[in-house]
């Protein structure tokens, strides 16, 4: 199978898992409103003295941490966000790392991204997105959750690059890319490195060559 082909299987791919998602999304959001307004009649009915009021409010932010989660989903995994050409790297590096801490429930503030690359991606959003998610969740993951890990962002020489640096756990195994993931990198001639630093600081470096890949996808 040619590049070309490789890369429209593998977005044909993340589209079904988009839609699937994106359905999924959708049915949790229905009881939820449900849930949510049926909360509120029984919110109005607690006087405030009440001891047990205090269970109020921690109730009213689950429901509200699980309808951000839906909307997530729904916004970003579907099929034309993951087929489109052209979004901004900053939009797809900054999707990955909010989906990723969704996946692993990491608080928004362990994972800092230092800085934004604006230039358009020319293969499609749906492949790059994967790659990080992946990238990032895999850091989370062998991360010192003590920690923060830090996103950067680069691009040189039409090179994009993607490096997540972290204090790795104690306990931590050595990572290994998903072979889906070491894939799609191949797909688009991009490669991965992980470089073992002083005192358990650890990089992952994901490097896309954009000019050859927008030539190979035309």
Known sequence: ????????REVECLGTIGSIAGRV?????NPLAGIH???RLVKDGIPASHPHYAYVAAIERQ???IAAVTRRLADTYNPESDRAVGVATSAIVSDAAQLAL????TAAARLELLNAVQVPFPVAAGVLRHILIQI??????????DTRLMVMTTLADDILKVQVRYHAARSSHPLEPERHTERLLAAIDGAIELIDEDD????????I???RTGEGTR
């Open 25 to 29: 999304a959708h049915e949790i959001n």
């Open 37 to 39: 307004n049926a909360f």
């Open 136 to 145: 990032f969740e895999a850091a989370i993951r062998s991360s010192d959750p």
């Open 1 to 8: 199978m040619s590049r070309d082909g490789e890369i429209v």
């Open 63 to 65: 429901i509200q941490r």
């Open 209 to 211: 060559p954009l000019t």
């Open 102 to 105: 969704l996946a692993t429930g």
């Open 200 to 207: 358990r600081m650890t990089s992952i470096e994901v490097r």
